[in-house]
């Protein structure tokens, strides 16, 4: 407990915890929507979207702000997560689609007579749950095992996980990868029996966000505090030094991008129901390099910034979309900016400097 | 990484155990013989022979181009000579082994330019660098025995860092930088330690104790220095290597080596 964090760490935790599972739910759920008080869907819906961005972050960090890999392919990671679930999600629709068929609608358009053989099995949460991890997972570590061995570093690892996540985006675009072309897989009706729209299922996939969030943070903490962390620092300061010191480094950075590939699953298994749609431009390049920003603007190499970093993005990315739909991506250039010429080790990273030159 | 004990079984299956580790019984740490390597027709090495004894402290000096960075390539791994024999105690034939597995049998080297984990703490650098179990599993659940701290806080001593254990390695002076890599060197628990130009950039005061911290290692494990410093080396040599053009010039007592005149006319006259 105390090699995780300090008595404030964990007071500032519990806050965040009971806003999460009693503010949130009691304003939703018990608040009537007469009331002013009450919190409408869109902000369910909203902070538990963020939430699954949160966790996202805090894989990126593990990779690129504690081991200095700067991954450009997460944004895959996440939307192979999301599509295993949404397999689930599509077998769960029953018969319910537009055309009334055992298949999904998108099927029956393209006329296909029964599912493809990478269904097999997916109207079973349990075995969607175990794509969700495997999947992105086993490609991390075929993809790491590679490129780590080959000794591929700096801005040509990050350039081949950009062409990766791409690559594949310019696949599932094909209708005939049987994961539904460019429209993807939405109009999801029930998840575990439960139907998904009423605000009880939508709490309940807010909760889920939640537990996994913490888990997720306490995890990383657990792990950039082990030795373990700490060779993950080294190799980020002196790779070389490292391997002197009788390490095997690929095995580290396989170990670390595994991790970190199964974290980002899981948070695209918990967006998909949440968000009601998954479609190939999860994959788009601009969307691994925002998932990098997010770390840059909270502050690579602590955890608590890269929660921040994609709560303050993400916030103001859907004010501004609402408000000035066509300045948003001026906004969010104008902020990687401004961090990167003022606040170069970003917010946390400034917070923690104020403090030590306080404390001097 | 090479497995010793599965080597040891095989040759022992032939009904010849291979003695493990290092095997300095004829109290010689390092024996070179007649090494040669050329780059591009440039002679770096040329038939040079160096015996280094168990416990010895060994200066190498000689003008640029002499080939000391070389001689250290070769003992590392880093460079294949191409003629000649390397060997680490009787048995260990550096010139057939890797980089990370001649690092496994006990030779650490300090590299001009000193690289430490600037953003760990001193005590962690130390705690990295210590022999133990380095996969990846025991890593992520290993903790911190007593015994193993102590040796830390031992390590910290010799290197006179225990006012900085818990400072971030990037913050300490050039010289301190230079101690705590031989402190990881140390950690290691070399046999032989080969250190090139320790003293490089370090003040007087540093340099001074720099000496006398070699002096105190000296016995406990091998020491191979070149240095440049011509101050420093008359401080602590006993014995010293004059390399001029790929092999050995002179050898011996650097009263001797500094009166001889062939070392005089290409090295110490100019």
Redesign the interface.
């Given at each position: 407990m105390s090699r995780l964090y300090g008595t404030k760490g964990w007071v500032l935790l519990g806050i965040f915890a009971s806003i999460l599972f009693i503010v949130f739910p009691v304003l939703s759920l018990q608040v009537s929507d007469q009331n002013s008080f009450h919190l409408s869907q869109y902000w369910v819906t909203l902070v538990g979207k963020i939430m699954c961005y949160a966790i996202v972050a805090i894989a990126m960090d593990l990779i690129w702000g504690y081991t200095g890999i700067l991954s450009l392919g997460h944004g895959l990671f996440f939307a192979l997560g999301g599509y295993s679930m949404g397999m689930y999600l599509m077998r769960q629709i029953g018969r319910e689609g537009q055309y009334q068929s055992d298949l999904p609608d998108f099927m029956v358009f393209l006329d296909w007579k029964e599912y493809p053989w990478h269904w097999w099995n997916t109207e079973h949460f349990w075995y969607a749950a175990l794509l969700v991890v495997l999947v992105p997972g086993l490609l991390a570590l075929v993809f790491g095992f590679f490129a780590f061995r080959s000794r591929v570093r700096g801005v040509y690892f990050s350039i081949i996980t950009q062409a990766l996540t791409f690559a594949a985006m310019l696949a599932f675009f094909r209708n005939a990868m049987g994961f539904g072309g460019n429209n993807g897989f939405t109009d999801f009706k029930r998840v575990l029996g439960l139907p998904i729209t009423t605000p009880e299922t939508r709490m309940i996939l807010f909760a889920a966000t939640g537990i996994v969030l913490i888990g997720t943070l306490l995890l990383a903490r657990w792990?950039v505090t082990?030795?373990?962390g700490?060779?993950l620092?080294?190799i980020?300061?002196?790779e070389?030094?490292?391997?002197?010191?009788?390490?095997?480094t690929v095995?580290?950075k396989i170990?670390i991008f595994t991790l970190s590939a199964v974290i980002c699953g899981v948070a695209g298994a918990l967006y998909v129901p949440q968000v009601g749609i998954i479609n190939p431009s999860e994959m788009s390049p601009a969307n691994s390099i925002e998932i990098a920003i997010w770390v840059a603007v909270g502050g690579r190499?602590t955890l608590a910034g890269a929660i921040l970093g994609a709560g303050v993005v993400n916030g103001a990315k859907s004010f501004f979309t609402q408000a000035f739909p066509e300045y948003w991506l001026y906004a969010l250039g104008l902020i990687f900016i401004l961090v990167t010429l003022f606040l170069p080790r970003g917010m946390v990273g400034a917070l923690q400097r104020q403090r030590r030159e306080a404390a001097r | 990484m090479s497995a010793p004990e599965i080597v040891a079984n095989e040759e022992g299956a032939l009904g010849r155990l291979a003695p493990e580790g290092l095997d300095a019984t004829h109290g010689v740490v390092l024996y070179l013989e007649d090494i040669s390597v050329s780059f591009d027709g440039f002679r770096a090495l040329n038939k040079l022979s160096l015996q280094i004894d168990v416990g010895e402290l060994r200066c190498v000096i000689g003008p640029n181009g002499a080939g000391k960075t070389t001689m250290m390539d070769v003992i590392t791994g880093k460079t294949r000579p191409d003629e000649g024999s390397a060997f680490f105690g009787q048995t260990i034939d550096l010139t057939r082994l890797t980089e990370a597995e001649i690092a496994h049998e006990g030779i650490g080297r300090k590299f001009q330019k000193p690289t430490i984990f600037e953003q760990l703490s001193v005590f962690e650098n130390l705690e990295l660098a210590m022999k133990a179990d380095k996969r990846v599993r025991r890593t992520l659940f290993s903790v911190l025995k007593s015994e193993q701290k102590d040796l830390i806080s031992q390590t910290l001593k010799t290197i006179r860092l225990q006012e900085s254990a818990e400072r971030l390695a990037g913050l300490l002076s050039h010289g301190q930088k230079q101690w705590l890599e031989i402190g990881m060197l140390l950690m290691q628990e070399p046999k032989l330690l080969l250190l090139d130009e320790p003293v490089a950039g370090m003040s007087d005061e540093e340099t001074e104790r720099t000496g006398e911290l070699f002096l105190a290692l000296a016995g406990k494990h091998s020491l191979v220095v070149v240095e440049h410093d011509m101050a420093f080396i008359e401080k602590i040599a006993r014995k010293v290597t004059v390399l001029h053009e790929g092999s050995v010039l002179a050898e011996g007592p650097m009263q001797q080596v500094q009166n001889d005149p062939k070392v005089i006319e290409v090295y110490l006259g100019r």
């Open positions: 792990i082990s030795k373990f700490r060779v620092t080294a980020r300061d002196a070389t030094r490292v391997a002197f010191c009788g390490y095997n095995h580290y170990a190499g | -």
